[in-house]
């Protein structure tokens, strides 16, 4: 199940073969599904399409989704910018079509159409509010702006003007649609007030609520530490090093520092370092099952593949042709559990990567090669 090399160079053109060598294969039959390229986890939304078909940039798009999640907001705030990064076509357009307004202009005299970024951060009627709030960074003066584009450019800004921002942008779309529909508004330092108010309980109501601490978060470790007594660990790593070929080092080591084998092997292929790394535990996983190993502590430094194994998520990327590899051949071992570490913690497989094996694999059986005899004897010592 893997690429006949010597086969596509001599059929395909040099930009064909890479393509081709790019792609992932399984070592089982994958059944074909269907997916949707521009989503992260591979399904399909109308919003994306929509996104897609005005021709707005979908990367601004899924960070701004992200980042209103991370936002320290109301649900219904967070609602309110979802709504509006989907639909950000001349607010009051929509409704025109609807007969509920006669105009699609702003509703202060302005004299121009209606968006969402003339509606709440450039209108001249909230200039001076904005000022006056301390949260003038976060406005836009370009009414055809985005407001994906918009909420993007807020990333290095303090989350708290964030959060007491994004308050004030609802009170200000509240008393705009006051306006609208009622011909009232509402004084500014009224807003201004609603809004600081707004923050200041929604910052507190969660440490009411949620009165427990969180755990505390353990941070990898910076160096190689021994596996549990009766495990063994594999630790696994790729190169990138040369273009067009992929590296790919495994060290199985017992409690007691012993090496059970390791193994170093050449792989052509384009890939991302995430997918390499991928590759990296699938052999390591496959040459655990050929050594009869049964309770494994697989141990990597790339977090992404540690992380999605871990959870055991599937977005149907290329990435997942791999991770399924892994999980099935995980079903035969009796443990695993998935581990990161630091580079520091991770020069011997790090090293045996970047070795060029005699053929495209070469394993050592209670042995390591000679260049990596003192990155092993520098993890032993480290334990004492």
Known sequence: MEWKVDVIEATYNDRDTRCILDTPLSHYELQDELTWALTKDGHYYVRTAYMLGKGSNLDHFHQAWGDIWGMEISPKVRHFFRRFCTYSLPVRALLKRRNMIKSDLCPWGCGVSETPIHAIFSCPQWIDLWRGSGCEALCCVDDSADLCELLVSWRDIDGKLKTKGAFLAWCLWG?????????????H???LDRADRCAAEYGQFPGRIYS?????????????LAPPLGSCKLNVAASLLVDGWVGLGVVARESNSVVCFT???R???????ELAEAKAITMGIHLGKRFGLQDVVLESDCQVDINRLAKNVSNLFDLDVFLYDIFSSCSSLSSIVWSHVKRD???????????IPFGD??????HVPSEVEPYILMDKLSLD
Do not use: C, Y
């Open 189 to 191: 330092k009224v807003l």
């Open 361 to 366: 694999e070469q394993i050592w059986e209670n």
């Open 345 to 355: 913690g991770n020069f011997v497989a790090h090293h045996l990567a970047k070795i």
């Open 267 to 273: 792989v052509r292929a384009h890939w991302t370092l």
């Open 263 to 265: 193994a170093t092997r």
């Open 212 to 224: 427990h601490h969180a755990a505390a978060h353990i941070p990898s470790s910076r160096q190689w």
């Open 175 to 187: 008393d705009r649609n006051n306006m609208v529909f009622n011909q009232k508004s509402t004084p």
